[in-house]
């Protein structure tokens, strides 16, 4: 008896290949762009552990250097002007010589600005290391969204360039806790050491960046490198993505920019039409009041707060910090949420009531004797308050009314704008409490977060699901100036940046 041969399977067809015309929430993220991203995202890290260690270590710096209070004011804000350098140079670096080259000039710049700051014995040396740990930090800073932007599907863009926010915040957190680690040392030794902890990430930045990370496609495209682009986006997309669309749709892209950067200068925003002004007023106003709320004044000085309202333990001072820094980071995730659900506006008014009330709180706890639980409990909500509207909210209002037309030099200049005022408020509290003390000074916060929630209230529209035309014509009918819709034209040239922008592309201080 023979077996009857089983009969063969009829084969199924294949599935077609996904391509970008489909729905690309479809499109998965595939386990090489998260660990690429997480390996950019990483990079941030680096500013966060510096705001967190120098919060930590500012009293010992002074008293170890000997330096006058305008001098720690100095050394502390600083590190935002100089960011600002590192930025304009990142994009140099960036253009020529590829993003993974530019990971490695950061990293190679804070290393060697972490080692002259940790074996500083004057303060010439002092500030030189803060000028390269500055610059360093701001090229950080640029190329971080930028790579995990351009390796990242569309549809998943936004989530994914929030990792680099989140990273900050994340490095808050250890820069805190290496407040506690080294806490049993001798002091000197103790702020030394945890400066130095601060060149691990960027040695294993160096080594990602070599051997891990490939170049951004976009970069190749650019460089006429289009074979290995297409490979770098079949590691990058899942099998049978029609990765030579997307690689087209970089050409046109990049086309597109020149087109654009040709037909509109910056003549658009020196010289603005009023629908423009008031564009521009909303969009820069919006980063310039994330700073003059405080959240860096407060956050680089919280040890001397603390100290001032009682808590003179340095283990339990750590401990303050690190849960201030957790509140704040886990608000912004919940926020990223929260803003695409209830609206930008909501939020703003929302968030900007509390740090008032929690400012009112600090302000007249130390009026009337500074009462160590008071104290806490008030930092503890304006850092909540902070992180659930204004701290990623601030920077959506810039992304979301510029077209793509004036976006780029309006997003520099809000930008700037945000990082001169970061400096001016962290460069100042110091002299504040010698001159009026910190219960006028958080009185003096109050009220100037009172005169941004009426900017928020009275100037800023709700931009969420609002496409760009539809926020032209709110600002043409606002100010009868129908001009604008000539840079609407310009903005034709690609249908992609006049959608939505979802919450999670905003940047989170």
Known sequence: MTDTPSPSPTPQPSPPPLTNTQDELRVPITSNVKKFAMCAAL???????????????????????????????????????????????ASFVCDKYGRR???????YLFIVGVFCTAVANSYEVLMMGRVLVGIGVG????????????????????????????????????????????????????WRLMVATGNILPFV??????????????????????????????????????VASVVKEIKSSIEEEKLVEKNVGWDAIIWPTPAVRRMIVVGIGSAIAQQICGIDAIQYYLVEILEESGVDDTNERALWLILFSVLKFSFILVAAHLFDKKGRRPLFIFSLSGMILSLLVISFNFYGGASKGLTISGIA?????????????????????????????????????????????????????????????????????????????????????????????????????????????????????????????????
Not at 210 to 236: G, H, I
Request: proline share 4%; aromatic share 12%.
């Open 139 to 190: 090229s950080g800073l640029a190329i971080d969204p930028l790579y995990i932007a351009e390796i990242s599907p569309s549809a998943h863009r936004g989530n994914l360039v929030t990792w680099s926010e989140l990273a900050i915040n994340l490095g808050i957190v250890l820069g805190f806790i290496s407040l506690l680690a080294y806490s049993p040392i001798e002091d000197d030794a103790q």
């Open 205 to 242: 930045m160096i080594y990602l960046s070599l051997y891990v990370m490939p170049e951004s496609p976009r970069w190749l495209v650019s460089q006429n490198k289009v074979e290995e682009a297409t490979q770098v986006l079949r590691d990058l997309y899942p099998a049978g993505y029609d």
């Open 43 to 89: 990079n941030s890290c680096n500013l966060g552990f510096d705001i967190g260690v120098n919060t930590g270590t500012a009293d010992l710096i002074q008293d170890s250097l000997d330096l006058s209070d305008t001098q720690l004011e100095i050394f502390i804000g600083s590190i935002n002007i100089f960011g600002m350098v590192g930025a304009l140079g």
């Open 381 to 509: 909500f304006y850092m909540s308050f902070f992180s659930i509207g204004m701290g990623p909210g601030a920077w959506l209002i810039p992304s979301e009314v510029f077209f793509i037309s004036i976006r780029a030099k309006a997003m520099s200049m809000a930008t700037f704008c945000n990082r001169v005022f970061a400096a001016i408020m962290a460069s100042t509290v110091l002299t504040a409490d010698n001159t009026i003390g910190f219960g006028s000074y958080f009185l003096i916060l109050a009220i100037v977060c009172g005169i941004c929630l009426a900017f928020f209230y009275f100037l800023v529209p709700e931009t969420n699901n609002k496409h760009l035309e539809e926020m032209a014509h709110y600002f043409a009918e606002i100010t009868n100036d129908h001009s604008i819709f000539e840079l609407a034209k310009v903005d034709k040239v690609t249908d992609s940046d006049s959608k939505p922008i979802p919450a999670s592309t905003a940047e989170m201080t």
């Open 101 to 107: 080259s530019a990971f490695r000039f950061a990293a």
